[in-house]
């Protein structure tokens, strides 16, 4: 079994042309100790750590008959320059795998390490091992709003920034399918959020038969 895994990044969705084999994931309890007299040792739960995400995956320098993205092909360099700025940008990016089978890892990562492998007899080729860090977001923004006490002093108080009203999504209607296109790309572009790519599965269930593979120039229909 392999995994169709895609990066996005700035309202674009890059596919990796080789589906990794396997996807490490790794989930750590964070746990303090403490001697207690008398009692001994006693362990303390107190958070679950970020999760960490490992796998490799191979990069051709030509469209070979196993590449996922033969109908808009690049080269190895081009994904690595991608990588290699949003690094250098301090930025997450969203990471997405799926199976077709279990549930999709879908989530905000860094890259925290990046590996480059190339072999003898392949070259050309490139080999890339990631190590990813889940990422999470921090909590709303406040401000300090200054304001008139009683006694004519100032006292400054903390306040909660108000969210963002969402941006009405658009919907309704056809898309045609473009190279590179993903369903999850397609319901953040119509919808605003990637997750509801389930919608225009279940309205298209004559044409998608796996999520994982969708082809350019279906037309799919987007539910509103």
């Known amino acids: ?30 746990i303090e100790k403490f001697e207690i007299l008398k009692l001994g040792q006693i362990a303390i739960p107190t958070h679950m750590e970020l999760k960490q995400y490992s796998f490799e ?45 279990g549930d999709d890892i879908n989530t905000l990562v860094l890259i925290e390490e990046l590996t480059v492998i190339e072999r003898a007899g392949e070259e050309g080729d490139k080999y890339v091992s990631f190590q990813l860090l889940e990422y999470r ?7 300090v709003v200054v304001t008139p006490a009683p006694s004519g002093a100032l006292v400054a108080v903390a306040k909660k920034e108000e969210p963002t009203p969402p941006v009405n999504p658009k919907s309704g209607g056809t898309h045609v399918v473009q190279p590179g296109d993903t369903l999850w790309a ?25 999520p994982n593979l969708i082809y350019p120039g279906q037309q799919l229909v987007i539910p509103a």
């Open 137 to 143: 977001e921090f909590g709303k923004k406040s401000v």
């Open 186 to 210: 397609i319901a953040k572009k119509y919808y605003g959020n990637g997750n509801l790519y389930t919608k225009i599965v279940n309205a298209n269930k004559d044409k998608i038969k796996n």
């Open 57 to 101: 995956a191979e990069f051709p320098h030509r469209p070979l008959h196993y590449v996922e993205t033969s109908g808009d092909y690049r080269g190895p360099d081009f994904y690595l320059r991608l990588f290699e700025q949003w690094r250098q940008e301090k930025a997450p990016v969203r990471f997405i795998a799926s199976n077709g089978i």
């Open 1 to 30: 079994m392999s995994y169709a895994v895609f990066f996005d990044k700035d309202n674009a969705t890059y596919r990796l042309p080789v589906n990794p084999e396997e996807i490490e994931t790794s989930s750590v309890l964070a």
